[in-house]
Nanobody
Framework: QVQLVESGGGLVQAGGSLRLSCAAS????????MAWFRQAPGKERERVAA????????YYTDSVKGRFTISRDNAKHTLYLQMNGLKPEDTAVYYC??????????????WGQGTQVTVSS
């Protein structure tokens, strides 16, 4: 059974940092693109960042460029999202996702349960 389990969320003051982790089990995603999405109350889910299977190709939504960094450790089957300079508008449930494809421009079929990130002003 495929599982993606997020951790690292919490409550932080504006300007602070958090590091999210996503541990994969049940199958390896070492050859697959992975991503972080988020969904705030009353808003649609948005893709925050994505990384190709090699880590050489990345995507960031404009609002997090220069503040967030996505990375992966294929040996540990773990995806990370380093979030610096957090803002109240970053408050959301953050989801880890994995694709059936190596590149970042395709859909994501596997999802974690999410971890809450709350940024206070």
């Amino acid at each position: 059974q495929v599982q993606l389990v997020e951790s690292g969320g919490g409550l932080v003051q504006a300007g602070g940092s958090l590091r999210l982790s996503c541990a994969a089990s049940g199958r390896t995603f070492s050859n697959n693109a992975m991503a972080w999405f988020r969904q705030a109350p009353g808003k649609e889910r948005e893709r925050v960042a994505a990384v190709s299977w090699t880590g050489s190709d990345t995507y960031y939504t404009d609002s997090v460029k220069g503040r967030f960094t996505i990375s992966r450790d294929n040996a540990k089957h773990t995806l990370y999202l380093q979030m610096n300079g957090l803002k109240p508008e970053d408050t959301a449930v953050y989801y880890c996702a994995a694709s059936d494809y190596a590149g970042i421009d395709y859909g994501f079929s596997y999802w974690g349960q999410g971890t809450q990130v709350t940024v206070s002003s």
